[in-house]
T-cell receptor, first 110, second 112 residues
């Protein structure tokens, strides 16, 4: 079993829709959680990070962590065609060792 | 400020050949990592370093060596290339890993 499982997708939504991207993890040692966005043939770029249960908002993006159920979510409001990319969740231990999900590819259609 | 620079961008190797993938960062980051990305498998950690002279293995270290003699450079060596090492390789660095990594643009490696 993988330590981080991500909803596989792909996901296709109309412009303006609310998007929900989800991951679960199994290792209680994971203390920090991140979301990366990766455009085609590019390196991942950090979108959001958080270390506590609850919500963290940044513009149209909201990251949600529930440590009791080991569940991580990223919500995108008012989705735009420019949001079309692969989204990767990542977890981190205190020692700095990171584990990534396999990614969910999102397409936002105009 | 160039960020994380990876060279080469593309490489074709024959089975059994060795080579070094270069990674350099100019942000004075202590933390550096190497990942490989295969279709449908996300990013898998190969090796990482928490500072000059300190390295450790990740999830898939076999067939790869690293060293960290300076803060800026973190080369990845393929000892004897195999077709299973065909992948896209990403180098990443961070000032403080708690705040995530900055990734390079990747090296696309094909082993024939």
């Amino acid at each position: 079993q993988k330590e981080v499982e991500q909803d596989p997708g792909p996901l296709s939504v109309p412009e303006g829709a609310i998007v929900s991207l989800n991951c679960t993890y199994s290792n209680s040692a994971f203390q920090y959680f991140m979301w990366y966005r990766q455009y085609s043939r590019k390196g991942p770029e950090l979108l959001m990070y958080t270390y506590s249960s609850g919500n963290k908002e940044d513009g149209r993006f909201t990251a949600q962590v529930d440590k009791s159920s080991k569940y991580i979510s990223l919500f995108i409001r008012d989705s735009q065609p420019s949001d079309s990319a692969t989204y990767l969740c990542a977890t981190l231990t205190n020692a700095g060792k990171s584990t990534f999900g396999d990614g969910t590819t999102l397409t936002v259609k105009p | 400020n160039a960020g994380v620079t990876q060279t080469p961008k593309f490489q074709v190797l024959k089975t059994g050949q060795s080579m070094t993938l270069q990674c350099a960062q100019d942000m004075n980051h202590e933390y550096m990592s190497w990942y490989r990305q295969d279709p449908g498998m996300g990013l898998r950690l190969i090796h990482y370093s928490v500072g000059a002279g300190i390295t450790d293995q990740g999830e898939v270290p076999n067939g790869y060596n690293v060293s960290r003699s300076t803060t800026e450079d973190f080369p990845l060596r393929l000892l004897s290339a195999a077709p299973s090492q065909t992948s896209v390789y990403f180098c990443a660095s961070s000032y403080d890993f708690l705040y995530g990594y900055t990734f390079g643009s990747g090296t696309r490696l094909t082993v024939v």
